[in-house]
């Protein structure tokens, strides 16, 4: 498969709607339950892009794979240098590559940006998440039993970090 890395644009709207809001129905990998509206998501983007913050998306044979993005891990001036990023692709294009190179892609953009650190937070339950991070370099620096609550459990929320 040919995979694109590419700034996100309007025109992804519809699929970062559906990628998210498949994850937030049909899994425990997001402790939210509310869905993302497109219009939410277009206020969204235009913020990350007023912020310049990037929001990367993938497409393989020019069908759209998935997204990356990173933002602010916590407030206040001591935490710039460390950011928390978010990568969804879709299921059909597991294992394809596309969620690599988004990681490459925001990876390249927090250094060029003097980003330090980059955190990913996912749910104890997403072990193929733990493990493409793990791969990727990141390794586990926290486990928080118990902090999320979706669909009548508690589910536990697991760091990973790297130094970049």
């Known amino acids: 498969m040919n995979i694109e890395l590419r700034a996100a644009e309007e025109r992804d709207i519809p699929g970062i ?30 913020e990350k892009r007023a912020a310049c913050l990037p929001v990367l998306v993938a497409s393989c044979d020019g069908i759209f794979a998935g997204f990356a993005t990173y933002g602010p891990f916590r407030s206040g001036p001591g935490y710039r240098h460390t950011m928390e990023l978010t990568i969804l692709v879709e299921d059909r294009v597991q294992g394809t590559g596309a969620a690599r190179t988004l990681l490459a892609g925001l990876e390249k953009h927090a250094g060029e940006a003097g980003i330090a650190t980059l955190v990913a937070g996912m749910s104890g339950t997403n072990a193929r998440a733990i493990a493409f991070h793990a791969r990727a370099g990141y390794r586990e620096v926290a486990r928080m039993p118990g902090v999320g609550f979706k669909r009548g459990r508690w589910l536990d929320l697991v760091l990973m970090q790297k130094r970049l």
Not at 18 to 46: H, P, Y
């Open 17 to 46: 709607a559906a990628v998210w809001n498949l994850m937030i129905r049909e899994t425990l990998s997001t402790f939210t339950s509310e869905e993302k509206s497109e219009d939410a998501l277009r206020a969204w983007l235009q």
